[in-house]
């Protein structure tokens, strides 16, 4: 791998941890010494790139560190494929429209070379059996959870009965046959 590969992926693993990574961890994903991520760490903060940390401890990116994607690789672009198929599949109607808006945008901007990656891709997402039926705009839910306020909600609690409270969501997850909501 160029030196220059290996600074770009450098930076990318510490874009990915919130927490410090030790030059151990970064050695085994680049497989290279730790002495060779000693070496790329300095270029790197000679270059001004804020990479703080120490040798043991572990070493964070910067806030403020504005160096552009350059370009998703095949792996990358399967792994988003795969995730928006899911989501078309498995969320509910608003995420499912957006996850094929992303899926189009990603293939205009993509070079020539690698349309094919997505085109070709061959991964299926197998249908739900017992798909949810929102009774609820999720939509809503997740636009409550962005702006950290509460929301009424009605529902049928265990025996049946209509039950309404004031709920402050925030997080859900997706299931193939439901969706809960994590809320006080």
């Known amino acids: 791998m160029r030196r220059a590969d290996r600074l770009l992926r450098l930076i990318?693993?510490?874009?990915?941890?919130?927490k410090p990574v030790t030059a151990d961890t970064i050695s085994a994903e680049l497989e290279v010494s730790v002495r060779t991520i000693y070496r790329d760490i300095a270029v790197l903060q000679a270059e001004r790139v804020p990479v703080r940390g120490e040798a043991g401890i572990g070493y964070v990116l910067g806030d403020g560190f504005d160096l552009p994607p350059l370009m998703f690789s095949p792996s990358e672009i399967e792994a988003l494929i795969l995730g928006l198929r899911w989501v078309q599949q498995h969320g509910d109607r608003e995420l499912a429209r957006a996850s094929r808006d992303v899926a189009?945008?990603?293939?205009?901007?993509?070079?020539s070379h690698l349309k094919p990656v997505i085109a070709e891709a061959t991964f299926v997402v197998a249908p739900s059996i017992s798909a949810?039926?929102?009774?609820i705009d999720m939509a809503n839910l997740r636009a409550a959870v962005r702006r950290g306020s509460k929301v009424n909600v009605q529902y049928c609690d265990a025996n049946g009965s209509q039950t309404e409270r004031t709920i402050w969501p925030f997080a859900?997850?997706?299931?193939?046959?439901a969706r809960?909501?994590?809320?006080?």
């Open 12 to 18: 990318q693993i510490l874009r990915r941890h919130r």
């Open 132 to 135: 949810p039926v929102d009774s």
């Open 172 to 177: 859900f997850t997706y299931h193939q046959a």
């Open 180 to 184: 809960i909501v994590v809320c006080w």
């Open 104 to 111: 189009a945008k990603i293939t205009a901007v993509l070079p």
